[in-house]
């Protein structure tokens, strides 16, 4: 079942006992992020505050903080099946004869042509229009969320820019810390789409008109974290998600089209000529500050919202966090696109404590000397990948969804000297260990088993497991056993 907005989100969370209202006032600074923290970290339910303190709105966390949620979010019981779907789209195998052509191709038409936006003349999310004056930012429950942070930041923002160019939309997912009522900072990396449209207009002088979207249907809320190509907008991804068109309107003041379905939009602009302003510090997914730096500086225009919005958020920190759930999504549902690149990959996991960037693990079907690294070499070459600081190659036996095992096996495996191979690269730009920010080194593991062509001239030895027949055996026993009391 896709949802076509927060609201029946929202509500089908709550009549599966999957959100806790919470009537107690609260302060959006620090007590919201110390209380989602812990439900987060027991991946807890959605967290619905009626009262914060300073709004008159109320605000929503955690929406993606399970597997099952997340799932029921992109409108499926299980990640799988959209890798399935995705699986079948790359399936280039066509058979043989005319009608088994057009039989393989028209239901691949069908869902592509689900994919582009719809353009309605009304909205819900412009059900009240908020100009000059009454434009004011600190209307909305905006969580400082750390201690160090720099003021309050807008954590989960759709970001809507255009390219001057081409006309092709992006929708990111950048932090925006509250300056004041009507300027945030707005915290674009060098390698987003937002970052990009950026720098065209700042080559040609012009203003940037950027919308806002906070909130829509949940399947877009994903689509703006996910690592897209260029040529593919994140609003025709989340229809393919939701197997339906995501509604647009024209924005009130700015030349964008915006999500029909936002619970509030933020209308504004972003001037290139302008000075950039200090942003931060921010307690990051990392489970570190980011630092302060300079970035652009977004003016408000106007806000439109719904007549009774929901404020969506989300905090970020030492993980675990609600983005494990998002970027695990991104691991489940881009691996077909992955495997389809490297037919090898078994599978791949990028664990909690790697936050994303930092430590890939790899099963391959290894078929020849130095398979392992030729998977390194052309993994750090896909999009978003090239960011990964340490990538750990192991055989198709290993079970690379259990960090313990895939280690286990890794540390047994390896050689140091001989299995280790240091490069460098690109760094993402929340990487503080990096000599410079955005370039440095990267580790790839060659925990494979290693061959007589790979110079390992000892015999490898099985590794232990029970027999079948024996684990049958004890399956029988093992109520009588009576050892689970």
């Given at each position: 079942?896709?949802?076509?907005?927060?609201?029946?989100?929202?509500?089908?969370?709550?009549?599966?006992?999957?959100?806790?209202?919470?009537?107690?006032?609260v302060?959006?600074?620090?007590?919201?992020?110390e209380?989602?923290?812990?439900?987060?970290?027991?991946?807890?339910?959605?967290?619905?505050?009626?009262?914060?303190?300073?709004?008159?709105?109320?605000?929503?966390?955690?929406?993606?903080?399970?597997?099952?949620?997340?799932a029921?979010?992109?409108?499926?019981?299980?990640?799988?099946?959209?890798?399935?779907?995705?699986?079948?789209?790359?399936?280039?195998?066509?058979?043989?004869?005319l009608?088994?052509?057009?039989?393989?191709?028209?239901?691949?038409?069908?869902?592509?042509?689900?994919?582009?936006?719809?353009?309605?003349?009304?909205?819900?999310?412009?059900?009240?229009?908020?100009?000059?004056?009454?434009?004011?930012?600190?209307?909305?429950?905006?969580?400082?969320?750390?201690?160090?942070?720099?003021?309050?930041?807008?954590?989960?923002?759709?970001?809507?820019?255009?390219?001057?160019?081409?006309?092709?939309?992006?929708?990111?997912?950048?932090?925006?810390?509250?300056?004041?009522?009507?300027?945030?900072?707005?915290?674009?990396?060098?390698?987003?789409?937002?970052?990009?449209?950026?720098?065209?207009?700042?080559?040609?002088?012009?203003?940037?008109?950027?919308a806002?979207?906070?909130?829509?249907?949940?399947?877009?809320?994903?689509?703006?974290?996910?690592?897209?190509?260029?040529?593919?907008?994140?609003?025709?991804?989340?229809?393919?998600?939701?197997?339906?068109?995501?509604?647009?309107?024209?924005?009130?003041t700015?030349?964008?089209?915006?999500?029909?379905?936002?619970?509030?939009?933020?209308?504004?602009?972003?001037?290139?000529?302008?000075?950039?302003?200090?942003?931060?510090?921010?307690?990051?997914?990392?489970?570190?500050?980011?630092?302060?730096?300079?970035?652009?500086?977004?003016?408000?225009?106007?806000?439109?919202?719904?007549?009774?919005?929901?404020?969506?958020t989300?905090?970020?920190?030492?993980?675990?966090?609600?983005?494990?759930?998002?970027?695990?999504?991104?691991?489940?549902?881009?691996?077909?696109?992955?495997?389809?690149?490297?037919?090898?990959?078994?599978?791949?996991?990028?664990?909690?404590?790697?936050?994303?960037?930092?430590?890939?693990?790899?099963s391959?079907?290894?078929?020849?000397?130095?398979?392992?690294?030729?998977?390194?070499?052309?993994?750090?070459?896909?999009?978003?990948?090239?960011?990964?600081k340490?990538?750990?190659?192991?055989?198709?036996?290993?079970?690379?969804?259990?960090?313990?095992?895939a280690?286990?096996?890794?540390?047994?495996?390896?050689?140091?000297?001989?299995?280790?191979l240091?490069?460098?690269?690109?760094?993402?730009?929340?990487?503080?260990?990096?000599?410079?920010?955005?370039?440095?080194?990267?580790m790839?593991?060659?925990?494979?088993?290693?061959?007589?062509?790979?110079?390992?001239?000892?015999?490898?030895?099985?590794?232990?497991?029970?027999?079948?027949?024996?684990?049958?055996?004890?399956?029988?026993?093992?109520?009588?056993?009576?050892?689970?009391?």
């Open positions: 079942m896709a949802f076509n907005n927060l609201a029946e989100f929202l509500a089908d969370l709550e009549k599966e006992g999957d959100l806790k209202r919470i009537s107690q006032q302060s959006p600074r620090l007590q919201i992020t209380i989602a923290d812990r439900v987060m970290r027991r991946q807890g339910p959605a967290l619905f505050f009626e009262r914060v303190e300073g709004s008159e709105i109320p605000l929503v966390i955690n929406l993606f903080g399970s597997a099952g949620r997340m029921k979010a992109l409108g499926c019981r299980d990640l799988e099946e959209i890798a399935q779907r995705i699986r079948a789209l790359l399936d280039l195998r066509i058979p043989r004869g009608w088994g052509k057009i039989s393989a191709v028209l239901p691949r038409l069908k869902e592509l042509s689900s994919f582009p936006s719809k353009v309605v003349r009304s909205a819900p999310c412009q059900e009240v229009v908020l100009e000059g004056e009454k434009a004011d930012l600190r209307r909305l429950p905006v969580l400082t969320c750390w201690p160090q942070d720099g003021g309050p930041f807008i954590t989960l923002p759709l970001v809507i820019t255009k390219d001057p160019d081409t006309g092709t939309r992006n929708v990111g997912m950048y932090r925006m810390q509250v300056y004041d009522g009507r300027t945030t900072g707005m915290h674009w990396h060098r390698h987003k789409g937002g970052a990009a449209h950026f720098r065209k207009h700042r080559s040609r002088g012009t203003p940037m008109e950027v806002v979207a906070l909130g829509g249907p949940p399947a877009l809320i994903y689509a703006a974290t996910a690592p897209l190509p260029e040529q593919l907008e994140e609003f025709a991804f989340a229809g393919f998600l939701q197997r339906s068109p995501v509604e647009l309107v024209r924005a009130k700015v030349d964008l089209e915006v999500p029909a379905e936002a619970e509030i939009v933020l209308e504004g602009y972003v001037d290139p000529a302008e000075p950039l302003r200090r942003e931060g510090p921010f307690g990051d997914h990392t489970g570190f500050y980011s630092l302060p730096e300079d970035y652009p500086v977004f003016h408000l225009k106007a806000i439109t919202m719904r007549r009774n919005p929901v404020y969506p989300t905090i970020v920190g030492p993980p675990p966090k609600e983005d494990y759930w998002l970027g695990y999504a991104t691991e489940r549902v881009f691996l077909p696109l992955l495997q389809w690149m490297i037919p090898e990959i078994v599978d791949l996991h990028m664990p909690a404590e790697g936050v994303f960037h930092n430590l890939v693990f790899v391959i079907r290894k078929q020849y000397p130095g398979h392992a690294y030729k998977v390194m070499h052309a993994l750090w070459g896909q999009g978003q990948m090239m960011f990964a340490v990538i750990v190659v192991v055989d198709e036996d290993v079970n690379v969804q259990d960090p313990k095992e280690w286990w096996v890794a540390l047994n495996h390896i050689d140091p000297q001989r299995d280790i240091f490069t460098r690269g690109p760094l993402d730009e929340l990487d503080h260990a990096g000599a410079q920010p955005t370039f440095g080194s990267k790839g593991i060659d925990a494979t088993r290693k061959w007589s062509e790979e110079g390992f001239c000892r015999p490898w030895p099985d590794r232990i497991r029970m027999t079948p027949e024996v684990q049958q055996q004890v399956d029988r026993l093992w109520e009588r056993l009576r050892l689970d009391d």
